[in-house]
């Protein structure tokens, strides 16, 4: 009896400590969530989202070409960076073997802990200084070395998850290995492997160092792939460490604006997870 009863108090002891490292956890998410609303939502009306910035020391304005900038440069960093990642996750999960495929991995796992100001210097030093000035080009490429990685071991981890059986299935009926992959394998990861691409897209369009030493900013209207262009993070850094109080409020409206942006693109990834794995 007083074994039973030791053993009861070490488990509530247990799930006591338990509750309390999640409420650690979520703590701080819910404190930055909290504070940001309260300082941004001041700032929030229409103009803010439709107007361009005011020059300096005139009030008012908005961050209608720093939206923009971001959906470009986050958009382009995409389309570049997902399919080179899940090509490379698919080839690391059905074709990689040996002594290959492990470096890789190891590569992979290095690189997505590569903080992303070196990033940033390092396409600085090879593509802002080789092309003689900033770009949304560079910006865009810095944002998908971001992605690369992180699509990469996603798709990887996801497809080695599909049962072999699901595989042999496919062969057995005569579907090649190309078809098998495409029409099994990455259908039945398909969840996963979308929750990974969200959470990537998340990670890249709250970068601010890749953007500095790349894209750096604009306080004009631009489209341009070849020019600087305004984005939400590098729009947030400069605001903030602003002296003006009307910039640093507007500060705190982009960064509402940019949680909110990535809040959307986690929830659309569990959304779009769920009932998705079908083995």
Request: aromatic share 8%; charged share 10%; glycine share 10%.
């Amino acid at each position: 009896m007083a074994d039973y009863r030791r053993r009861r108090l070490i488990s509530r002891l247990g799930l006591g400590l338990c509750v309390a490292a999640t409420g650690l956890a979520v703590l701080p998410l819910f404190s930055v969530l909290f504070y940001v609303l309260a300082r941004g939502i001041g700032a929030l009306d229409l103009a803010f989202f439709t107007q361009m910035p005011k020059p300096v020391g005139e009030p008012g304005g908005g961050i209608a070409n720093a939206i923009v900038g971001s959906l470009v440069m986050v958009g382009l960093g995409s389309a570049m960076g997902i399919p080179v990642g899940i090509m490379a996750g698919v080839y690391l999960a059905e074709y990689g073997r040996g002594r290959f495929a492990q470096a890789v991995r190891f590569l992979t796992d290095v690189f997505m802990g590569v903080p992303s100001v070196v990033i940033g210097v390092f396409l600085y030093a090879v593509l802002v200084v080789s092309a003689g000035g900033f770009s949304a080009l560079a910006g865009a490429v810095s944002l998908a070395l971001i992605i690369i990685p992180l699509a990469t071991r996603t798709t990887d981890e996801m497809l080695r998850l599909v049962p072999a059986s699901l595989r042999e299935a496919s062969l057995a009926l005569g579907a090649t290995k190309a078809r098998t992959i495409v029409s099994v394998v990455l259908r039945s990861a398909s969840g996963g492997v979308l929750t990974g691409v969200m959470l990537a897209l998340a990670r890249a369009a709250g970068e601010t160092a890749p953007l500095l030493f790349t894209a750096l900013s604009s306080r004009h209207w631009s489209l341009s792939l070849g020019e600087p262009m305004a984005s939400l993070p590098v729009y947030i850094y400069t605001y903030a460490i602003s002296p003006f109080a009307d910039w640093q409020s507007q500060a705190w409206g982009a960064a509402l604006v940019l949680v909110v942006l990535v809040l959307v693109l986690n929830l659309l990834a569990r959304i779009a997870s769920r009932g998705h794995y079908r083995y």
